[in-house]
């Protein structure tokens, strides 16, 4: 069985949809100088080798500052832009996105990778 995953990758630094990654955002910094220099930086997927129709693939986020101070979190959302027969079952989580493919064929999704801050 053959299952492939194109990817579009929207990275994005929430709390006004301000962008991670290329360009660079323009940011608020919420209360917190920390803010603008964790929302500039690049953030990987590193996929499987070969994704296995019917299980769990789990795609890793790796972010280039992974260590956040206290308020900070990061969330993943993603999207189903088109496939075969039927979506695929998806949890994003980070650092691990769950993906499980139903039926084999070509998706293509799309990733936003947020990071988000609460102050007290």
């Not at 608020?28 to 019917?54: A, W």
């Not at 789990?58 to 260590?67: A, C, G, M, R, S």
């Not at 139903?102 to 998706?107: D, I, K, M, N, Q």
């Not at 936003?112 to 102050?119: F, I, P, T, W």
């Amino acid at each position: 069985m053959k299952t492939t995953l194109r990817w579009i990758v929207s990275l994005c630094g929430v709390f006004l949809s301000l962008a991670w990654g290329h360009p660079a955002p323009s940011t608020c910094s919420f209360g917190d100088p920390r803010f603008e220099e964790l929302s500039h930086q690049n953030v990987v997927l590193i996929e499987p080798k070969n994704y296995v129709v019917g299980e769990e693939n789990f795609v890793i986020i790796q972010l280039e500052k992974p260590e956040l101070p206290s308020g900070y979190m990061v969330s993943v959302f993603v999207d189903t832009i088109t496939s075969p027969k039927s979506e695929p079952e998806v949890q994003g989580w980070y650092p691990k996105t769950s993906i499980k493919p139903l039926v084999e064929g070509v998706y293509e999704l799309s990733v936003r990778v947020n990071l988000m801050y609460k102050g007290s």
